[in-house]
C-alpha cells in the first residue's frame, strides 16, 4: 500500500474509532453487565488496524482516541482509555500477526478484551484503593462475552475486506 | 474463527471467575468502610441499626446512604452514575467505586481482618 493511501486509511479509521466509541457511550448499559462494562466497538477499529495496517498505526488511533475522550470527559476517563486501550492493542496485535496463530478470532476478542480490563483495573487501584478487584470476577465475565462479540464482528471484517481486496 | 484453543482460555478464564468469585466471599459485613481520594473517609458500624435508621454522608459532590441491611450511592454529580447504577452492596468485599470523584464505599467484617492477614 502507498504510503499516503495508508495514512489517508489511518485516519479514516480513527475516525471511525471516535465516533463508534462516542455512539456507543449513548447506549444504555446492559442487563446482567457488571456496572461501567461496555462492548468495545472501538477495539475491533484498533484490533482491524494492527491486522491490516500496523501496530503502529492501531496506537496512533488509541491515542487519538484518548484525546477525545480527554476532552469530552476528563483526565481519569483519558488514563483509563489510555491505558486500556494500549494494552489490549500491544496484545492484539501480537496475536493477530503471529504466523500459524493456533488462537482464533474468538480467543484474541476475548484476551484483549481482558488485557483492556485489567488495565483499567489496575489505574482505578492506582486511582482509589485495591478495593476495585472485587469488579475482577465480573469483569473477566464481562470480557468473555463483549470480547467474543468483538472477535467475531472483527473475523468478518477481515475476512469481507481481504477479499475484495483480492478479488 | 474458533478454534480449540479459544474454548480452553474461555473455560479457564469463566472458572478462574468463579473461583475469585466464591474465594471472595465471606458472607455478610457488619461495617463500611468510605475512602476518599485514596484514603480512609469514615468507618460505620450498619449492623446494630434499627429496621428504620440511616445515616447520610455527604461526601465531594455524593450521597453515600447507610441502613441496616448495607450500603449505597444515592445520588453523586459525576456524569455516568455508575457508582449510582451499582445499588447496595452487603457482602464482605464489596466495592463500589465513584471514579471521577474519588469516592469509595467497602464492606468490612470481621473475617475479613483475619484473611486479610494470613491470605
Redesign the interface.
Known sequence: MKKLNKLTLNALLAALAVAVSAAEGLLP?MAFMP??AKLGLSNIVTMYTAKTLSVYNALAIVILKSLFVLVT??A??FF?SLSGGFVSTVIAAILLNRKNG??????IG??AA?AHNTAQLLI?AV???D??F?????L??A??ATG?AT??IL?LLITVTEKRRSG | MIKLRDIIIIICLLGAAAGIYIYNDKGEGSRVQIDYDGYKYAEIEFMAFADDEEQRIHINGTTVVIDKYGAYFAHSDCKDKICVRSGKINRVGQTVVCLPLRVSIRIEGEKAEFDGITG
Not at chain 1, 134 to 138: E, H, I, N
Open positions: 448499559s456496572p461501567g470527559r476528563g481519569t476517563a483509563m493456533k488462537i482464533g478470532y474468538i480467543g476475548v484476551t481482558i482505578a486511582i482509589t484503593n478495593g476495585v472485587y469488579y475482577l470476577p465480573f473477566i465475565a470480557s468473555v467474543s472477535g467475531v473475523y
